[in-house]
Nanobody, 119 residues
Framework: QVQLVESGGGLGQPGGSLRLSCAAS????????MGWYRQPPGKQRELVAT???????NSVDSVKGRFTISRDNAKNTVSLQMNSLKPEDTAVYYC?????????????WGQGTQVAVSS
């Protein structure tokens, strides 16, 4: 079995910072891309940022220059440093990982962690 467990999140102030982390555990052969999605209240889930196994990172325009994605391949973790928070960053954030387990490769998802940005 494979599990993705998120930590971090909570309440942040406009202009402030929060950090999300996600750890993958279980019977893992390889992890390819990892990343973060978010689902704002009443809206569809949307991509935030992704990072490849060799560190190539991409993020959507709305978070560029404010959010930084990173990963630690030795620990099977991915993190999202969120700076200069805005109220529109309020959402449930989900981590995902493209994982090879034995001969089966598929995406796995965390349970989601709430981020609320408000003064």
């Amino acid at each position: 079995q494979v599990q993705l467990v998120e930590s971090g999140g909570g309440l942040g102030q406009p202009g402030g910072s929060l950090r999300l982390s996600c750890a993958a555990s279980g019977s893992i052969s390889s992890i390819y891309a990892m990343g973060w999605y978010r689902q704002p209240p009443g809206k569809q889930r949307e991509l935030v940022a992704t990072i490849t196994s060799d560190g190539g990172a991409n993020s959507v325009d709305s978070v560029k220059g404010r959010f930084t994605i990173s990963r630690d391949n030795a620990k099977n973790t991915v993190s999202l440093q969120m700076n200069s928070l805005k109220p529109e960053d309020t959402a449930v954030y989900y981590c995902y990982a493209d994982i090879l387990r034995g001969s089966v490769r598929r995406d796995y998802w965390g349970q989601g962690t709430q981020v609320a940005v408000s003064s």
